[in-house]
């Protein structure tokens, strides 16, 4: 698709020729590369004009008028960039046409062309400038002017070289300007940048040893060598002219940017820099100024000219004029392999239905994500930038170019040139770039001419640099290679057809054209026009690519020789492409013309021609056909006996384009009757003669008594399905009937199904034959028909009232009151009956005699079938009022008999029998479940009296047993939460059947642990002990696996009884376990080592009798390890409470109970078994070490048979586990220790600094009485305190703030323990003395006073308070640790800190004093 920004380009290039026509003759010819471009499509598009439009008038350009009106770039939002509302991907033909045919699954689904990717052909036209390459060649032979290193194109093209020339050419490749020397370029070196100025009369031109020059391209001459723009030592890697024509911009290698600003004052030609970015702040990599168009003279940023730069690590966005301004900044984060790359380019956004804007879009990128965004300026002083899209690349970018408004041109690191559409990120094509042998200008970014002295990041990421070889003109991409110039250049759309023309893919050709057509084609560059004219271009070239397509398909594609399924395969592929592309051109005439012309002349072609077009009609995607092609089509099926696709095509066509006579003739000879209904329906509007036709026929075949065969059954459905419809005002077999032929429809089909005669009946005819067909045919279905009918409104009319009593009595007539029908129907009949007086509120009338029949008939207790159906008929009727006139006491007897619960609960409801109802629930299978909600509804509401209440109760209880078998929870619920009867009385009434009584225990206790928790213990259910015990009993005949699980969490029953049970039935791990818990910690023990040394003895016995070693063995085995496993953890939970001997007691048996049979095993062949063993053995002997004292775990060892014998090597591997056990233990206990010892010297290296501190108070006076210590006649002691608060000593004893405890004075500050409550100040203190006398008096030892009161219950108090916090010493701890290890062995029996089991080691950090 081309954008309307094509047009205004080109309007745009008008102007630009008008402007130049005062500059030097090669500026005004158009560029030509060897590229070809069809002028006459230019200049039929390129009206002359007088005046050159302004911006403003091309983008308020009417929209009526637009020569492309649908090419304009249109966005809701500026942060969708160039992304329209709908997906704009390309399609290929069977994406897009071929999904509805694939929704219907058919036996021809060969036919359908498969799913394919979007074909977008090639988008680039790669070409060579031949004459340009040949001349490089030539000045470097000639001249030596080396190897080409930079490029720069405008009009002109310039091209550096390694030895400092830079040759210009004119748009013909005519070299016209060679400008510099290889003597210049010894002293500067390469070129290595080049830069034209917007009307190409200046050329600045960069250089390797940071010199620039400026040369006039109209007469060929250096007119300025600017040597001191940048620092010296630094490379030139870009000059770039701003759209001014004395302003330009560079960046060296040291990563600074300048401004250049060129001058001339009284003949002088001058330059001044002046330096933009440092270098230090980090390394610009790549500039770019944006370039305004001479067209654009309206726009805001015509006066405002902006420069992007980027670094490695962000992306600025500065205005140069009017004044310099830091814009826009993104981070740019990338490999340190990778540069950032930089891409201008105008958008034609549309921001309303209305508004359109020219705005400037940056493109700027790093490794593999490029970013979007918008530069949006109001003015010259408001210029802000929005970010549009983000697109993320799975290869690392080495340059990014605009090729168009729409098309970005990505090259990666491996030299692969990559086409995105950038509104749908699509990828349209890959090139390979490998014979371009691109220049790189690694050498400058390195500096290399200079020393190379630049940073490493820079030097490390120029590796891949190649900003001067890349270069973006006019839609065009020049690449600079070492031999020649590349250019590609984007493709007219007709070329790219062109293209899969010649490689003779003539699909991928169409679909392409057909993306044309559509509007969903990606980079379009040629197509001009509105909408329509661009359609019919299109058209036209599909139609002749498709007629070319049919012709090779025909001859020069088609096999020679071949099967018939090879031949039928291979048009299968081709018919679709030619019906799809013709559909969507809307082209039937060519389709059924000229193509099937061509099929027609194979009979192989043909046939399958008209089969492929199946599910196109299927699929309601073809509904007309030429009369002659359908004739055709119904022949060729009727001829393969594909009758049913004819039927089912034929009610998907339009009956005008159908040969009505030979259809229906054909329909009626092979039984296609959704056919002929179709053709009745559509052609003549005739709804009643199908029906009364297709009726006889089947009245026909009802009538011989026969069993019907499949296709009468067949018939007699459709019938069905056709009434239903037409009464309902549906067309048949889809669609829906015309409005203004509804009512008629409706009344005619009804009106001739109840007909009293059918059309030219004979005299013995039974009356109304099409109902008694009907109902003969399918009983049920039919009345089920009716009943939809019934709900219709016209039915619901006094006349439709009228009606429809006039059905039912004819139904009864027809049923009842003759012979003829089964009892099952005529019970079908009363069901419908009932249903219907129930659902129209006694609109329906039927005899009281015949009403009794009808009651009768549902509540037959021998017929088995449509039982929920004739219960609810009852209830509807009975809801109706249907029932008013029978008897209740009769109608509860059939119901009761018929067992329709729910019928007899709505009697007894009546009645106000609840104790009935809940008999109801429990007899009634599919609601008994309900019976629970039933009973605590009743109970728990107040509108219900206490004798009913009662009553429900005692039924409840009457049938607990059968509630318990439904339900032992919610019955255990419901006795507990709303029975007034206790779990005794219950449990009593159960006695005698112990199952029920389990389970109903069952549910109590299931209730008891849902019903409340360990935070709120009130709200759970309370169970005597009794019945806990009872409920145990009960487990252990039951369940007795659960046994010991139970006793383990739950508690509330008593020790002794519930052990005495457990003896009782032999559970030997729940006798463990409240042996255990009792305290006999022996007799727990003893009970697991007497089941362990069982099942040890057993597998020993097998394993010496040899008898079914394999997988018996394992089996016990495991249940040893089981066994084993509970042991030991019995062991490690009760070690930590005995003294030596009583662990010794428990774990040596443990040990000797493993270690006997592997005494007698130890010389079988078994060796799996043996190591098994030694691991279980292992096992014990690593959980007692904690217990037992090694040496004494080793002698055990060594005594055994078991292992005193063969090699060391047999216990190695033990012995060196303990050691290593051992020392762990070591190391843990000298780790312990010291840590103790640093934290008691923290300590007491605190308490010594602290009490060494001095004191110095707040004030000169006491804090009680006021008075200053410096009185020379004061002799009373002065305290002060840590806080820094003093007083006198006979203040603190007038005020109590001095206590006696433990015959000491111990003084407290006074204002603190007034402050904080329960914090007592720290009773060290200083002394000090208020003049020298006082020292004579204190030298001599006073009596402790004993004026201070002392108070019995303060002094137990803090006495019960110092016990409490009475912790070991830490010198005893360390005592303890110093003892050693054969002290600490023989005095096991001994008191240790280490055994009581309040003993905590403290680790915290040590207190901070002040």
Same mark, same amino acid.
């Given at each position: 698709?081309?954008?309307?920004?094509?047009?205004?380009?080109?309007?745009?290039?008008?102007?630009?020729?008008?402007?130049?026509?005062?500059?030097?003759?090669?500026?005004?010819?158009?560029?030509?590369?060897?590229?070809?471009?069809?002028?006459?499509?230019?200049?039929?598009?390129?009206?002359?004009?007088?005046?050159?439009?302004?911006?403003?008038?091309?983008?308020?350009?009417?929209?009526?008028?637009?020569?492309?009106?649908?090419?304009?770039?249109?966005?809701?939002?500026?942060?969708?960039?160039?992304?329209?509302?709908?997906?704009?991907?390309?399609?290929?033909?069977?994406?897009?046409?071929?999904?509805?045919?694939?929704?219907?699954?058919?036996?021809?689904?060969?036919?359908?062309?498969?799913?394919?990717?979007?074909?977008?052909?090639?988008?680039?036209?790669?070409?060579?400038?031949?004459?340009?390459?040949?001349?490089?060649?030539?000045?470097?032979?000639?001249?030596?002017?080396?190897?080409?290193?930079?490029?720069?194109?405008?009009?002109?093209?310039?091209?550096?070289?390694?030895?400092?020339?830079?040759?210009?050419?004119?748009?013909?490749?005519?070299?016209?300007?060679?400008?510099?020397?290889?003597?210049?370029?010894?002293?500067?070196?390469?070129?290595?940048?080049?830069?034209?100025?917007?009307?190409?009369?200046?050329?600045?031109?960069?250089?390797?040893?940071?010199?620039?020059?400026?040369?006039?391209?109209?007469?060929?001459?250096?007119?300025?060598?600017?040597?001191?723009?940048?620092?010296?030592?630094?490379?030139?890697?870009?000059?770039?002219?701003? !759209?001014?024509?004395?302003?330009?911009?560079?960046?060296?290698?040291?990563?600074?940017?300048?401004?250049?600003?060129?001058?001339?004052?009284?003949?002088?030609?001058?330059?001044?820099?002046?330096?933009?970015?440092?270098?230090?702040?980090?390394?610009?990599?790549?500039?770019?100024?944006?370039?305004?168009?001479?067209?654009?003279?309206?726009?805001?940023?015509?006066?405002?000219?902006?420069?992007?730069?980027?670094?490695?690590?962000?992306?600025?966005?500065?205005?140069?004029?009017?004044?310099?301004?830091?814009?826009?900044?993104?981070?740019?984060?990338?490999?340190?392999?990778?540069?950032?790359?930089?891409?201008?380019?105008?958008?034609?956004?549309?921001?309303?239905?209305?508004?359109?804007?020219?705005?400037?879009?940056?493109?700027?990128?790093?490794?593999?994500?490029?970013?979007?965004?918008?530069?949006?300026?109001?003015?010259?002083?408001?210029?802000?930038?929005?970010?549009?899209?983000?697109?993320?690349?799975?290869?690392?970018?080495?340059?990014?170019?605009?090729?168009?408004?729409?098309?970005l041109v990505t090259i990666d690191t491996r030299e692969k040139m990559h086409v995105i559409d950038v509104r749908s990120e699509e990828e349209l094509e890959i090139i390979d770039m490998s014979e371009v042998q691109l220049i790189y200008n690694t050498s400058?970014?390195?500096?290399?001419?200079?020393?190379?002295?630049?940073?490493?990041?820079?030097?490390?990421?120029?590796?891949?640099?190649?900003?001067?070889?890349?270069?973006?003109?006019?839609?065009?991409?020049?690449?600079?290679?070492?031999?020649?110039?590349?250019?590609?250049?984007?493709?007219?759309?007709?070329?790219?057809?062109?293209?899969?023309?010649?490689?003779?893919?003539?699909?991928?050709?169409?679909?392409?054209?057909?993306?044309?057509?559509?509007?969903?084609?990606?980079?379009?560059?040629?197509?001009?026009?509105?909408?329509?004219?661009?359609?019919?271009?299109?058209?036209?070239?599909?139609?002749?690519?498709?007629?070319?397509?049919?012709?090779?398909?025909?001859?020069?594609?088609?096999?020679?020789?071949?099967?018939?399924?090879?031949?039928?395969?291979?048009?299968?592929?081709?018919?679709?492409?030619?019906?799809?592309?013709?559909?969507?051109?809307?082209?039937?005439?060519?389709?059924?013309?000229?193509?099937?012309?061509?099929?027609?002349?194979?009979?192989?072609?043909?046939?399958?021609?008209?089969?492929?077009?199946?599910?196109?009609?299927?699929?309601?995607?073809?509904?007309?056909?030429?009369?002659?092609?359908?004739?055709?089509?119904?022949?060729?099926?009727?001829?393969?006996?594909?009758?049913?696709?004819?039927?089912?095509?034929?009610?998907?066509?339009?009956?005008?384009?159908?040969?009505?006579?030979?259809?229906?003739?054909?329909?009626?000879?092979?039984?296609?009757?959704?056919?002929?209904?179709?053709?009745?329906?559509?052609?003549?509007?005739?709804?009643?003669?199908?029906?009364?036709?297709?009726?006889?026929?089947?009245?026909?075949?009802?009538?011989?008594?026969?069993?019907?065969?499949?296709?009468?059954?067949?018939?007699?459905?459709?019938?069905?399905?056709?009434?239903?419809?037409?009464?309902?005002?549906?067309?048949?077999?889809?669609?829906?009937?015309?409005?203004?032929?509804?009512?008629?429809?409706?009344?005619?089909?009804?009106?001739?199904?109840?007909?009293?005669?059918?059309?030219?009946?004979?005299?013995?005819?039974?009356?109304?034959?099409?109902?008694?067909?009907?109902?003969?045919?399918?009983?049920?279905?039919?009345?089920?028909?009716?009943?939809?009918?019934?709900?219709?409104?016209?039915?619901?009319?006094?006349?439709?009232?009228?009606?429809?009593?006039?059905?039912?009595?004819?139904?009864?007539?027809?049923?009842?009151?003759?012979?003829?029908?089964?009892?099952?129907?005529?019970?079908?009949?009363?069901?419908?009956?009932?249903?219907?007086?129930?659902?129209?509120?006694?609109?329906?009338?039927?005899?009281?005699?015949?009403?009794?029949?009808?009651?009768?008939?549902?509540?037959?207790?021998?017929?088995?079938?449509?039982?929920?159906?004739?219960?609810?008929?009852?209830?509807?009727?009975?809801?109706?009022?249907?029932?008013?006139?029978?008897?209740?006491?009769?109608?509860?007897?059939?119901?009761?008999?018929?067992?329709?619960?729910?019928?007899?609960?709505?009697?007894?409801?009546?009645?106000?029998?609840?104790?009935?109802?809940?008999?109801?629930?429990?007899?009634?299978?599919?609601?008994?479940?309900?019976?629970?909600?039933?009973?605590?509804?009743?109970?728990?509401?107040?509108?219900?009296?206490?004798?009913?209440?009662?009553?429900?109760?005692?039924?409840?209880?009457?049938?607990?047993?059968?509630?318990?078998?439904?339900?032992?929870?919610?019955?255990?619920?419901?006795?507990?939460?709303?029975?007034?009867?206790?779990?005794?009385?219950?449990?009593?009434?159960?006695?005698?059947?112990?199952?029920?009584?389990?389970?109903?225990?069952?549910?109590?206790?299931a209730f008891r642990d849902t019903s409340g928790s360990a935070i709120h213990t009130e709200k759970q259910v309370h169970v005597e002990a009794g019945i806990f015990e009872l409920y145990i009993d009960l487990m252990c005949e039951f369940k007795p696996q659960?046994?010991?699980?139970?006793?383990?969490?739950?508690?509330?029953?008593?020790?002794?009884?519930?052990?005495?049970?457990?003896?009782?039935?032999?559970?030997?791990?729940?006798?463990?376990?409240?042996?255990?818990?009792?305290?006999?910690?022996?007799?727990?023990?003893?009970?697991?080592?007497?089941?362990?040394?069982?099942?040890?003895?057993?597998?020993?016995?097998?394993?010496?009798?040899?008898?079914?070693?394999?997988?018996?063995?394992?089996?016990?085995?495991?249940?040893?390890?089981?066994?084993?496993?509970?042991?030991?953890?019995?062991?490690?939970?009760?070690?930590?409470?005995?003294?030596?001997?009583?662990?010794?007691?428990?774990?040596?048996?443990?040990?000797?109970?493993?270690?006997?049979?592997?005494?007698?095993?130890?010389?079988?062949?078994?060796?799996?078994?043996?190591?098994?063993?030694?691991?279980?053995?292992?096992?014990?002997?690593?959980?007692?070490?904690?217990?037992?004292?090694?040496?004494?775990?080793?002698?055990?060892?060594?005594?055994?048979?078991?292992?005193?014998?063969?090699?060391?090597?047999?216990?190695?591997?033990?012995?060196?586990?303990?050691?290593?056990?051992?020392?762990?233990?070591?190391?843990?206990?000298?780790?312990?220790?010291?840590?103790?010892?640093? !934290?008691?010297?923290?300590?007491?290296?605190?308490?010594?600094?602290?009490?060494?501190?001095?004191?110095?108070?707040?004030?000169?006076?006491?804090?009680?009485?006021?008075?200053?210590?410096?009185?020379?006649?004061?002799?009373?002691?002065?305290?002060?305190?840590?806080?820094?608060?003093?007083?006198?000593?006979?203040?603190?004893?007038?005020?109590?703030?001095?206590?006696?405890?433990?015959?000491?004075?111990?003084?407290?500050?006074?204002?603190?323990?007034?402050?904080?409550?329960?914090?007592?100040?720290?009773?060290?203190?200083?002394?000090?003395?208020?003049?020298?006398?006082?020292?004579?008096?204190?030298?001599?030892?006073?009596?402790?006073?004993?004026?201070?009161?002392?108070?019995?219950?303060?002094?137990?108090?803090?006495?019960?308070?110092?016990?409490?916090?009475?912790?070991p010493s830490r010198l005893g701890i360390l005592t303890e640790l110093a003892k050693s290890e054969s002290s600490s062995r023989t005095s096991r029996t001994t008191s240790c800190i280490f055994q009581q089991d309040q003993f905590q080691l403290n680790l915290?950090?040590?207190?901070?004093?002040?």
């Open positions: 698709m081309i954008l309307k920004l094509f047009r205004l380009q080109k309007k745009c290039f008008i102007i630009l020729k008008m402007a130049s026509e005062a500059t030097a003759e090669s500026s005004k010819q158009e560029i030509n590369f060897d590229i070809e471009f069809d002028d006459s499509e230019f200049q039929s598009d390129l009206p002359v004009i007088d005046a050159p439009p302004t911006l403003e008038s091309i983008l308020n350009e009417d929209e009526a008028t637009s020569i492309l009106e649908d090419d304009a770039i249109s966005i809701p939002s500026s942060i969708q960039m160039f992304k329209d509302s709908q997906s704009q991907d390309t399609s290929s033909l069977s994406s897009q046409d071929s999904s509805a045919i694939l929704e219907k699954p058919n036996k021809r689904d060969r036919h359908r062309i498969k799913k394919q990717k979007a074909i977008h052909g090639s988008v680039l036209k790669p070409s060579r400038l031949k004459s340009i390459a040949a001349q490089l060649q030539s000045a470097a032979d000639k001249v030596d002017a080396g190897m080409p290193t930079a490029m720069a194109v405008s009009n002109l093209i310039a091209i550096g070289t390694s030895h400092g020339l830079v040759l210009v050419f004119d748009p013909k490749q005519v070299l016209k300007w060679c400008l510099g020397s290889t003597a210049v370029g010894a002293q500067y070196g390469a070129v290595s940048s080049l830069s034209f100025n917007k009307d190409c009369t200046r050329l600045l031109s960069g250089f390797a040893r940071g010199q620039i020059t400026m040369w006039d391209l109209t007469n060929g001459k250096l007119i300025r060598t600017i040597t001191d723009a940048h620092p010296p030592g630094t490379a030139v890697l870009h000059i770039k002219f701003t !759209d001014s024509l004395v302003f330009a911009v560079c960046s060296d290698s040291g990563g600074s940017v300048f401004e250049l600003e060129f001058k001339r004052l009284i003949g002088m030609r001058t330059c001044e820099s002046k330096c933009l970015f440092s270098g230090s702040r980090g390394e610009v990599c790549v500039i770019e100024p944006l370039h305004m168009s001479l067209a654009s003279k309206d726009h805001p940023m015509q006066d405002v000219s902006i420069l992007a730069m980027a670094s490695l690590s962000k992306v600025l966005l500065v205005t140069l004029t009017p004044q310099l301004k830091v814009v826009f900044t993104h981070p740019l984060k990338g490999n340190p392999s990778t540069l950032p790359l930089l891409a201008w380019q105008f958008v034609v956004i549309q921001v309303s239905e209305s508004d359109r804007v020219i705005d400037p879009v940056l493109a700027f990128a790093r490794e593999s994500t490029i970013y979007f965004h918008q530069v949006v300026c109001t003015s010259a002083q408001d210029i802000r930038c929005t970010g549009l899209q983000k697109i993320s690349l799975s290869y690392k970018l080495l340059n990014i170019t605009w090729m168009n408004t729409r098309t400058f970014f390195k500096s290399l001419a200079t020393g190379g002295n630049v940073s490493q990041a820079l030097a490390y990421a120029g590796d891949h640099a190649c900003y001067q070889t890349i270069v973006s003109h006019g839609g065009q991409l020049f690449l600079l290679g070492t031999k020649t110039v590349h250019v590609f250049s984007l493709r007219t759309w007709r070329e790219r057809i062109d293209v899969l023309v010649k490689e003779n893919r003539y699909q991928d050709a169409l679909s392409l054209a057909l993306s044309f057509y559509e509007g969903k084609a990606k980079a379009v560059v040629g197509l001009q026009g509105p909408s329509a004219k661009k359609k019919e271009v299109v058209a036209d070239l599909m139609l002749e690519l498709l007629f070319q397509f049919v012709d090779l398909a025909m001859t020069q594609f088609c096999p020679e020789k071949g099967k018939i399924e090879e031949l039928e395969e291979y048009y299968q592929s081709i018919v679709p492409v030619c019906v799809d592309y013709c559909l969507h051109l809307n082209r039937m005439d060519i389709l059924f013309g000229r193509i099937y012309e061509r099929f027609s002349m194979d009979v192989i072609a043909m046939g399958t021609f008209l089969e492929c077009l199946e599910p196109y009609i299927i699929n309601d995607r073809l509904r007309t056909m030429p009369p002659v092609v359908m004739k055709d089509f119904v022949t060729h099926y009727e001829q393969k006996s594909m009758l049913e696709s004819v039927e089912a095509c034929v009610v998907h066509m339009d009956v005008a384009s159908l040969d009505i006579h030979h259809v229906v003739h054909l329909c009626w000879s092979h039984g296609l009757y959704d056919a002929i209904i179709y053709v009745y329906n559509k052609g003549m509007f005739d709804y009643t003669t199908p029906l009364e036709e297709l009726l006889s026929t089947l009245k026909a075949a009802v009538d011989t008594g026969k069993q019907l065969s499949d296709s009468q059954i067949k018939l007699g459905n459709k019938l069905l399905v056709y009434i239903s419809c037409c009464l309902a005002g549906r067309a048949y077999p889809l669609g829906d009937i015309p409005e203004e032929y509804v009512g008629k429809v409706k009344h005619d089909v009804f009106e001739s199904l109840t007909c009293r005669q059918s059309k030219g009946s004979s005299p013995d005819e039974l009356p109304y034959p099409y109902l008694r067909t009907l109902l003969a045919f399918d009983t049920r279905e039919f009345l089920n028909v009716l009943a939809l009918a019934f709900e219709e409104e016209e039915f619901n009319t006094t006349e439709g009232i009228a009606k429809r009593q006039h059905t039912v009595d004819i139904l009864l007539q027809i049923m009842v009151e003759s012979v003829g029908f089964t009892p099952t129907q005529v019970g079908i009949l009363f069901t419908f009956l009932a249903r219907q007086m129930a659902r129209h509120e006694n609109t329906i009338t039927v005899n009281k005699i015949l009403f009794e029949q009808v009651l009768e008939f549902l509540c037959n207790p021998d017929d088995e079938s449509r039982h929920e159906e004739r219960q609810q008929a009852l209830l509807e009727l009975s809801h109706a009022g249907g029932l008013q006139q029978v008897d209740e006491e009769r109608f509860l007897y059939l119901a009761e008999r018929a067992k329709f619960y729910r019928v007899c609960e709505l009697l007894y409801e009546k009645r106000r029998q609840f104790d009935k109802i809940l008999s109801c629930y429990l007899r009634d299978y599919a609601r008994k479940y309900h019976a629970f909600n039933f009973i605590i509804t009743i109970l728990d509401s107040g509108r219900f009296s206490a004798e009913e209440k009662a009553s429900v109760q005692a039924e409840a209880l009457k049938n607990l047993e059968e509630l318990i078998s439904i339900d032992s929870k919610q019955a255990a619920q419901m006795i507990v939460s709303n029975l007034s009867v206790s779990l005794a009385d219950v449990v009593k009434q159960l006695k005698t059947e112990k199952p029920v009584l389990f389970e109903f225990l069952h549910g109590v206790m659960q046994v010991e699980n139970f006793i383990k969490t739950n508690e509330g029953y008593r020790l002794e009884e519930t052990l005495a049970i457990c003896r009782r039935h032999h559970r030997s791990e729940a006798t463990a376990y409240l042996l255990e818990k009792a305290g006999d910690i022996q007799g727990a023990f003893g009970i697991y080592l007497e089941n362990l040394t069982g099942k040890l003895k057993k597998l020993t016995e097998c394993l010496l009798n040899k008898s079914d070693e394999g997988k018996d063995s394992q089996t016990q085995f495991g249940e040893i390890q089981t066994v084993l496993l509970m042991i030991v953890q019995l062991c490690q939970r009760n070690s930590g409470k005995m003294d030596e001997a009583s662990r010794e007691a428990l774990w040596f048996p443990l040990l000797d109970a493993l270690m006997v049979p592997q005494r007698r095993i130890k010389d079988i062949d078994n060796k799996d078994i043996l190591n098994d063993f030694k691991l279980l053995t292992h096992h014990v002997l690593n959980n007692m070490m904690g217990y037992i004292a090694l040496p004494a775990i080793l002698q055990k060892i060594m005594q055994d048979p078991a292992y005193n014998t063969g090699k060391f090597g047999e216990i190695r591997e033990l012995i060196l586990g303990m050691l290593e056990t051992y020392n762990y233990e070591q190391t843990l206990m000298i780790t312990c220790k010291n840590l103790l010892n640093h !934290d008691i010297h923290l300590h007491l290296r605190s308490l010594t600094n602290a009490a060494m501190k001095g004191y110095i108070p707040r004030d000169d006076q006491c804090k009680i009485c006021v008075k200053k210590f410096m009185n020379q006649t004061d002799i009373d002691p002065v305290m002060v305190f840590r806080c820094g608060h003093s007083y006198h000593c006979s203040c603190l004893q007038a005020v109590g703030s001095v206590h006696v405890i433990d015959g000491e004075d111990t003084y407290v500050c006074y204002l603190c323990s007034h402050t904080k409550r329960g914090q007592t100040q720290s009773s060290r203190f200083h002394r000090s003395l208020s003049n020298p006398q006082t020292a004579q008096i204190l030298g001599i030892k006073p009596e402790k006073a004993k004026e201070a009161s002392e108070d019995p219950q303060h002094i137990q108090n803090v006495d019960i308070v110092r016990r409490a916090m009475r912790t915290a950090a040590p207190r901070i004093f002040d």
